[in-house]
């Protein structure tokens, strides 16, 4: 248990729809990744915030967007979900720069 | 843009036996860290081993190793004495410090790792 909650564990919505993930990060831990896990793209990452504030984008839509809250707990918001949205989305954290990420057990989103 | 390549699709490695799993990178930078992420079939993502490009020192940890060789852009991990349990896919990963570290993870495309009993 690396101590990185993400919740829902599953998700299945149907195209058009939004939906929301939720990532409590460890502990003391000041930064929050989100990543996109697909077959056709592999892992890619999406996001970065740090204490509240977006530090780095990635390969992240203009549909999806996110946010870290002031009790450092970070949601990713997908809207006009598409079939290729279907992936297992990661979150992870770290204390600060320079160390290492550890990953949250995942959400599987579904689009049907 | 910085590429990370994993040659090695799939492994295959008799139970107590070492195995080499392969990786390069591709990156104008200087300062940057590498990974290896293990992935079992329950999906979760591991944390292995973790390389500071600054260090000539090859990091390891317990029956892991790695062979970074900063010149060749090559970041080998070296799994001694393998186990069932080292079973899964295994990521290599790069961060960029360019940005004080502010970046995700580029990862490669994974190594499927077969441990035979």
């Known amino acids: 248990d690396s101590g990185v909650t993400q919740t829902p564990k599953h998700l299945i919505t149907a195209t058009g729809q939004r939906v929301t993930l939720r990532c409590s990060p460890r502990?003391?831990?000041?930064?929050v990744y989100w990543y996109q896990q697909s077959l056709d793209q592999g892992l890619q990452f999406l996001i970065q915030?740090?204490?509240?504030?977006?530090?780095a984008k990635g390969n992240i839509l203009e549909r999806f967007s996110a946010q870290q809250f002031p009790d450092l707990h970070s949601e990713l918001n997908l809207s006009s979900l598409e079939l290729g949205d279907s992936a297992l989305y990661f979150c992870a954290s770290s204390p600060a720069y320079r160390r290492p990420e550890f990953f949250g057990p995942g959400t599987r989103l579904t689009v049907l | 843009a910085q590429t990370v390549t994993q040659s090695q699709p799939e492994m295959s490695v008799q139970e107590a036996e070492t195995v080499t799993l392969s990786c390069t990178y591709d990156t104008s930078e200087s300062d940057y860290y590498l990974f290896w992420y293990k992935q079992p079939p329950s999906r979760q993502m591991i944390l292995v081993i973790r390389q500071e490009a600054y260090k000539q020192q090859n990091a390891t940890e317990n029956r892991f190793s790695v062979n970074f060789q900063k010149a060749a852009k090559s970041f080998s991990l070296k799994i001694s004495d393998s186990q069932l349990g080292d079973a899964a896919m295994y990521f290599c990963?790069?961060?960029?410090?360019?940005?004080?570290?502010?970046?995700?993870?580029?990862f490669g495309k994974g190594t499927h790792l077969i441990i035979q009993p």
């Open positions: 502990s003391g831990d000041l930064s």
């Open positions: 915030y740090y204490n509240g504030e977006e530090r």
């Open positions: 990963a790069y961060r960029s410090d360019s940005g004080g570290g502010a970046d995700g993870l580029t």
